[in-house]
């Protein structure tokens, strides 16, 4: 089981960036997902979640509004598209799994994170 | 919102002791829906402990967790040189999922 998140980089402020994580090892298609953030030297916050057939979203009121979750399950990938970026969206920005497959809900542990990609909003 | 306070911040301890680690959660976590994750220096968080007390594949038993309704702990019965790192409690029971501070164990 793997997920590689892409795309990390430096965004001027107000600027977009979209994130990739690839998934192999298991059914993707399976699986709700999640991105979670860490800005530097702090720790974790939840940002968003998909369910597993992509008809239920959830985001953090930080970012309701300017971050879109979506996924492929024929390319096995989840992304994460940012807007209207800030400073206090700089972070290692991680994917994680669900722990359990065919999961309805997003109230559920993630038991396989990636290794992440960093985020800087920095002009 | 669920607000999870960590403590201590950091716990100074030698190997072979045992590290207790308390969540402590300003509402009621439901269905005692609290996970522990273990984060290493440039590492992703691992999963430790879901539902309170069951442990993740692969985790040794030397971990164990524990605790209702607002108040958790996870305790490291004797402490390896690899258990040395940062450790986070997470509620998945009530919107929006919430992570505690975090509490470092280090080499004391």
Same mark, same amino acid.
């Given at each position: 089981v793997q997920l590689v998140e892409s795309g990390g980089g430096v965004v001027q402020p107000g600027g977009s960036l979209r994130l990739s994580c690839a998934a192999s090892g298991?059914?993707? *298609? *399976?699986y709700g997902m999640h991105w979670v953030r860490q800005a530097p030297g702090k720790g974790l916050e939840w940002v968003a979640f998909i369910r597993y057939d992509g008809n239920d979203k959830y985001y953090a009121d930080s970012v309701k509004g300017r971050f879109t979750i979506s996924r492929d399950n024929s390319k096995n990938t989840l992304y994460l598209q940012m807007n209207s970026? !800030?400073? +206090? +969206? %700089?972070a290692v920005y991680y994917c994680a799994k669900v722990? !359990?497959?065919?999961?309805? %809900?997003?109230y559920y542990y993630m038991d396989v994170w990636g290794k992440g990609t960093t985020v800087t909003v920095s002009s | 919102e669920i607000v999870l306070t960590q403590s201590p911040g950091t716990l100074s301890l030698s190997p072979g002791e045992r590290a207790t680690l308390s969540c402590r959660a300003s509402q009621s976590v439901s269905s005692s829906y609290l996970a522990w994750y273990q984060q290493k220096p440039g590492q992703a968080p691992r999963l430790l #402990?879901?539902?309170?007390?069951s442990r993740a594949t692969? #985790?040794?038993?030397?971990f164990s967790g524990s605790g209702s309704g607002t108040d958790f702990t996870l305790t490291i019965s004797r402490l390896e040189p690899e258990d040395f790192a940062v450790y986070y409690c997470q509620q998945y029971?009530?919107?929006p999922l919430t992570f505690g501070g975090g509490t470092k164990v280090e080499i004391k």
């Open positions: 298991f059914t993707f *298609s *399976s970026l !800030r400073a +206090d +969206d %700089t722990g !359990r497959e065919g999961v309805m %809900t997003y | #402990i879901y539902g309170t007390s692969g #985790i040794p038993d030397r029971g009530d919107s």
